[in-house]
């Protein structure tokens, strides 16, 4: 039992590896916590963890090839940066009319599962960190079976949900500072940080090809 502690411990501390470092989804949580407030954190990681056990199981089943790819790597990396241009520029098309109240509040609330995965699945960074780091710690794992496996899931999980919660609920509890135009340069820069993020993957992924 004390080796599936070190494993739920270990796995814990070692996610914020993955949750600190600055990306898309930061970006998300920080935006949508001024306009849905502090769930809008665990929401978001919510949808990530779906897809993180769906990766999990395609590990399990044989993926590890596929995530060490170069080629696979690219593809993410060309696509996602794609996604990313996509969703700046609806933040970006949408700054006039942004407001911090009114209806179209609850609407972006049922998506932000959905972002949670998409802004996962456009990171190719975040699948590097599967094949490297966390392929290493469910191998680890296996050797107490399944069991091994869901402690490490759940620590993996925590450790996310902490950290973005921490920052959903910073931001959220801050919002009633924001006024609409603070809350617009906010998100404003979010989608700048997107575009830059989106152009770096873009032209990470095409110089490989060469």
Known sequence: MTSLVTIFITSFIIAFSGAMMPGPLMTVTISESI??????GPKLIAGHAILEIALIAGILFGLTPLLQNETFFIIVALAGGGIMLWMAGGMIGSLKTLQLTGNTEAKRQNNLYMSGILMSLANPYWIIWWATIGLGYILSS?????TGIIFFFFGHILGDLVWYSGISFAVGKGRELFTNKTYRILVGSCAAFLIAFALWLIYDGSTRMI
């Open 35 to 40: 306009r849905n407030g502090i769930w809008a």
């Open 142 to 146: 296996m050797k107490y079976g399944t």
